[in-house]
């Protein structure tokens, strides 16, 4: 907090009459309200902006010649454990990109540790770089037809409601609970009124998204059409334009953000993994794609900065402006958005300043306990072997998936997948050592022509999910997640080929983040040699058991219709 000496010297240092901490001389400034570019010094002190648009003197500077200064970027909602890497990880990750604020959720390792995964991520969020602020997981788990690690009632979460990290309730991702006014959701949606509450309602449209922002909900994330968002827009809700490793709606979105709409529209990651950060950037890469496709450049980068500020209640930041915080990023060129520097909070990014955090120990270890299993473990009956079964259609780039229907091959009374057409099996094992459950059924898209694909990674309720051409590579996968803690594994032939362990809740690393992302890279190479067609199938895997989106998913307790928000019953029992 700043007090009283700290704010005099601020006012004087403004005024040219004593040094600022850190003067940035020289640099083209762009103002995200106007466009304008102003060739000024930036004088910082502490973590404030004091003076723009004359002349300072500094104790210490930084040559801004022949490069761009813009506000702090700001990622509006992610989940950090998808970075597959700690969240001191992955703020070593991307704060070099330019994302000085991020705002996650961390809903998946609340749905394997309960309170105890947002403790963890409040104490990292205590001593990363980046301001990383957290939204309370809302719905944990999402729903009541899976089987997940833990329960988060409104009297787990309130605790952390006045947490200085804490900004709100985040994704209401159980829309028909809201919906359906479930008293478990108002007592959530009561306690939050006034503040903050994330919005996930993909496909929702009409009257019942009516229903839904009439509960107070603010933000939306899961538009995935142009028409959808400006619906949406034009029921006040702020849209994030999300792009991330798997759900990729930049390309839809893009043509929605103007000059009228981008003081209400802001950008997302949601997941996004360390090999992806590399070979595209953070949401460094999304402003290049938005300034590629035509759009307004300084709205764009109001997006990624003011405008998400504004959505998010984080008044403090989001313009190069006195009295504003010190998040800035100095870019070579604006419209490849290509990062050489990064303020956060007035203090240079570089490894020193990584190097001074304080340490957080990780929890979670040892939280896979899934049953031991065989190839019969996947068995699907196949009696009558002209009946349609339900199939999971997935499409690269989209978390929505089509629910189709096929007549599959039968061998000795049991439905086997289809190579030919491009369907394989596809389970989810319960791995919280609750009830064993094993859910069974068929995906198509993957284009996998042998082995096993398996990820403890598993949204929401984090079980372990496993595709396969085969059943008893498929055994071996989940047995070897089984035996590490959990991860991604790609078998073949009766082997591990290749593997990532992520032994913190089954979701991340302890290691660092450019040597996984040496291994996503080793793992990719393994899964496109089982034929695998999709860009990021571990990510895409991990979609499957998720069923708040539209329109067929599984989970432990088998195949289920997100439309009709049912299981469908087993078609072909035993």
Request: charged share 25%.
């Amino acid at each position: 907090m700043t007090d009283g000496v700290e704010l005099t010297r601020m006012i004087r240092a403004g005024q040219g009459l004593e040094p600022a901490d850190l003067v940035i001389r020289d640099v083209r400034m762009l103002d995200v309200v106007t466009g304008a570019i102003t060739e000024t010094d930036i004088a910082i002190v502490a973590d404030r902006i004091v003076g723009t648009h004359g002349r300072y003197q500094g104790k210490s500077e930084i040559d801004g010649r022949g490069r761009f200064c813009v506000p702090g970027f700001i990622d509006t909602h992610l989940h950090v454990e998808s970075s597959l890497v700690t969240p001191l990880e992955f703020d070593r990750c991307v704060l070099p990109h330019g994302v000085t604020t991020a705002i996650c959720d961390p809903h998946e390792i609340a749905n394997v540790l309960g309170a105890a995964g947002i403790r963890y991520f409040l104490d990292c969020a205590e001593q990363t770089a980046m301001d990383l602020r957290v939204n309370l997981s809302s719905c944990v788990p999402a729903t009541a037809f899976e089987t997940a690690g833990a329960e988060l009632l409104i009297g787990d979460l309130l605790p952390f409601a006045g947490h200085p990290k804490v900004i709100g309730l985040a994704e209401f991702m159980n829309f028909p609970g809201v919906l359906a006014a479930a008293p478990d959701v108002i007592a959530k949606l009561v306690a939050f009124q006034g503040k903050h509450i994330d919005g996930h309602a993909p496909l929702l449209r009409g009257m019942a998204l009516n229903g839904y922002l009439a509960a107070g909900i603010r933000t939306d994330h899961e538009a995935t059409t142009a028409a959808e968002a400006r619906e949406k827009l034009a029921k006040g809700m702020v849209v994030l334009i999300r792009e991330g490793s798997v759900s990729k709606d930049l390309a839809a979105l893009a043509e929605v953000l103007d000059e009228n709409s981008s003081a209400f529209m802001a950008l997302c990651t949601d997941d996004r993994n360390p090999l992806d950060i590399a070979e595209e950037g953070h949401l460094d890469g999304l402003i290049r794609m938005l300034i590629a496709r035509g759009r307004p450049l300084h709205h764009v980068y109001r997006a990624a900065s003011w405008s998400a500020a504004r959505a998010f209640g984080l008044k403090d930041r989001g313009l190069v402006a006195p009295g504003w915080r010190a998040d800035l990023v100095l870019v070579d060129d604006l419209e490849a958005c290509t990062v050489s520097d990064v303020i956060s909070a007035g203090r240079l990014v570089d490894e020193a300043l990584f190097e001074a955090r304080g340490s957080v120990s990780p929890v979670g270890y040892g939280s896979v306990k899934a049953p031991e299993v065989t190839a019969a473990s996947f068995a699907i009956s196949g009696r009558r072997g002209n009946q349609e079964r339900p199939v999971i259609g997935v499409t690269a780039g989209l978390i929505i998936t089509r629910h189709e229907r096929a007549i599959l091959p039968v061998e000795d009374g049991k439905s086997v997948p289809d190579l030919a057409r491009d369907i394989v099996k596809v389970a989810v094992v319960e791995r919280h050592g609750r009830n064993g459950n094993i859910g069974r059924g068929f995906v198509t898209g993957f284009g996998l022509k042998r082995g096993a694909i398996a990820s403890s990674v598993g949204h929401d309720s984090h079980n372990i999910t496993v595709i396969g051409a085969d059943d008893a590579d498929m055994a071996v996968a989940v047995n070897r997640l089984r035996k590490t803690g959990g991860g991604f594994v790609v078998a073949a032939e009766g082997r591990v080929i290749a593997e990532l362990t992520l032994p913190i809740a089954g979701l991340m690393s302890d290691l660092p983040f450019d040597e996984v992302r040496g291994e996503l890279h080793h793992l990719r190479e393994a899964a496109y040699g089982l034929g695998c067609t999709l860009p990021e199938p571990f990510l895409q895997i991990a979609f499957l058991p998720l069923p708040v989106i539209p329109h067929l998913k599984i989970t432990d307790r088998g195949m289920f219709d997100v439309d009709r928000f049912e299981l469908i019953p087993d078609e072909d029992p035993a």
